[in-house]
């Protein structure tokens, strides 16, 4: 079976300083990752997705940057924190072709900027 | 562009009554549909999917869900809710051969049930 670990499970982080949240996946080769945010009390935006290790690609412009260094494991950075960065960080996975649009979701990330 | 509306924000049930979430979406062909729950402080977890075939869809804990074309609506139903069931409901659709596989998401609908 598939699963997915994501850390931390939150971060109270200062304006201004770095920030790094990961995700892996364990039981499935070469799935499409994808990171989404959750505003506080909000819906969920797609932030990132990459379908293959190396590329990403961006969907929403939020200061944020993410990368895939292997094919089990997604991460999103920032140099440098924003107060409109707090909320709720997913990533999520699903498989290739046929049933790719279900995406399965890890159990987040709260982040805190003070 | 695609949306999806979600009209009640808010929705309390005494254990044991029917639930009904409503979801209505805007997109120019038949998207893929989706129902996902969030529990306080947790992940999203799918609920259950609708891609093509019987408009009535089966998913866990005895949910169910109904596609209609003409209403350009996914409804989520339970017969008999559980104090268990209090979370937040989202609906979500994807367009099919996206690129990407870009969920959107409704607002969501806060269930609450009362013992």
């Known amino acids: 079976a598939q699963t997915i670990h994501q850390w931390p499970v939150a971060e109270i982080k200062a304006v201004g300083s770095p920030l790094s949240l990961g995700c892996t996946i364990k039981?499935?080769?070469?799935?499409?990752l994808y990171w989404y945010w959750q505003a506080t009390g909000g819906t969920l935006q797609q932030l990132f997705y990459?379908?293959?290790?190396?590329?990403v690609e961006s969907v929403v412009q939020l200061n944020l940057s993410a990368s895939r260094p292997k094919d089990d494991q997604f991460i999103l950075s920032t140099e440098k924190l924003l107060l409109s960065h707090s909320g709720f960080y997913l990533c999520a996975w699903s498989g290739g072709g046929a049933g790719a649009e279900t995406l399965y979701f890890g159990s987040g990330t709260r982040l805190t900027v003070l | 562009a695609q949306s999806v509306t979600q009209p009640d924000a808010r929705v309390t049930v005494s254990e044991g009554a029917s639930l009904q979430l409503r979801c209505k979406y805007s997109?120019?062909?038949?998207?893929?549909l989706f129902w996902y729950v969030q529990y306080p402080r947790q992940g999203l977890q799918l609920l259950l999917k609708?891609?093509?075939?019987?408009?009535v869809v089966q998913g866990v804990n005895s949910f169910e869900a109904e596609f209609s074309k003409s209403n350009s609506s996914f409804h989520l139903q339970k017969a008999s809710v559980h104090w268990s069931d209090s979370a937040v409901y989202f609906c979500a659709l994807s367009m099919p051969n996206s690129a990407g596989n870009k969920l959107t998401f409704g607002i969501g609908t806060r269930v609450l049930v009362r013992p």
């Open positions: 990459s379908i293959t290790v190396g590329q």
């Open positions: 609708y891609y093509s075939g019987d408009p």
């Open positions: 039981g499935k080769s070469s799935p499409n």
């Open positions: 997109y120019s062909a038949t998207p893929y």
